[in-house]
């Protein structure tokens, strides 16, 4: 049984850096796209981007510009970090594994996810 | 585009069938796939592929899909169904993944 297991600060200051790592327990790393998730208190998910076991990566183009995801394949670990956080970053923070299948045209879901991590940015 | 569209409240009573749709360009590619969400939750995988369901989900969750527009139905809805329901899906490109604003369920 795969699990996904996250952590990282929970409160920062605007203009920091936010940072979460998510460990991966239980199966393979690779043929995988690992995502990270947030959502905002009240509000819906919004994806913010992916890394594959190579390190290609993919971001939501509305938070390209401060966000870098990497990837530690010999730990099973791929990490987040959101630059110059301002209060509009405050969310629920969620890592999660997304695979790709095909039947009469191709589909692509979300089937683990980590219990999210809340980070709320306040001065 | 890259929007889903979802209804932001639906209610049933207890017992009955209800659908919830999720709109967009991409779903004429690519089938959506579906998360239940109950407070203070993370989202759980309910329903993906053309009509799939992961180990444990009841089979009185079901999905379809026509055109831009993917269903999840729930048949004979029970109390502990309430929740958010959001549908997931690749964009038009396949490049980026895109979530419905969420459809809040009340059975009553």
């Known amino acids: 049984q795969v699990q996904l297991q996250q952590w990282g600060a929970g409160l920062l200051k605007p203009s920091e850096t936010l940072s979460l790592t998510c460990a991966v327990y239980?199966?393979?790393?690779?043929?995988?796209?690992w995502s990270w998730i947030r959502q905002p208190p009240g509000k819906g998910l919004e994806w913010i981007g992916e890394?594959?076991?190579?390190?290609?990566?993919n971001y939501n183009p509305s938070l390209k510009s401060r966000v870098t995801i990497s990837v530690d394949t010999s730990k099973n670990q791929f990490s987040l970090k959101l630059s110059s956080v301002t209060a509009a970053d405050t969310a629920v923070y969620y890592c999660?594994?997304?695979?790709?299948?095909?039947?009469?045209?191709?589909?692509?879901?979300?089937?683990?996810w980590g219990k999210g991590t809340t980070v709320t940015v306040s001065s | 585009s890259s929007e889903l569209t979802q209804d932001p409240a639906v209610s049933v009573a207890l017992g009955q069938t209800v659908r919830i749709t999720c709109q967009g360009d991409s779903l004429r590619s690519y089938y959506a796939s579906w998360y239940q969400q109950k407070p203070g939750q993370a989202p759980v995988l309910v329903i993906y592929?053309?009509?799939n369901r992961p180990s444990g989900i009841p089979d009185r969750f079901s999905g379809s899909s026509s055109g831009n527009t993917a269903s999840l139905t729930i048949t004979g809805a029970q109390a502990e169904d309430e929740a958010d329901y959001y549908c997931?899906?690749?964009?038009?490109?396949?490049?980026?993944?895109?979530f419905g604003g969420g459809t809040k369920l009340t059975v009553l």
């Open positions: 997931n899906s690749r964009d038009s490109s396949g490049n980026f993944w895109v």
């Open positions: 890394i594959n076991h190579s390190g290609s990566t």
């Open positions: 592929g053309k009509n």
């Open positions: 239980g199966g393979s790393f690779s043929g995988y796209y």
């Open positions: 999660a594994r997304g695979l790709r299948g095909y039947s009469n045209q191709y589909y692509y879901y979300m089937d683990v």
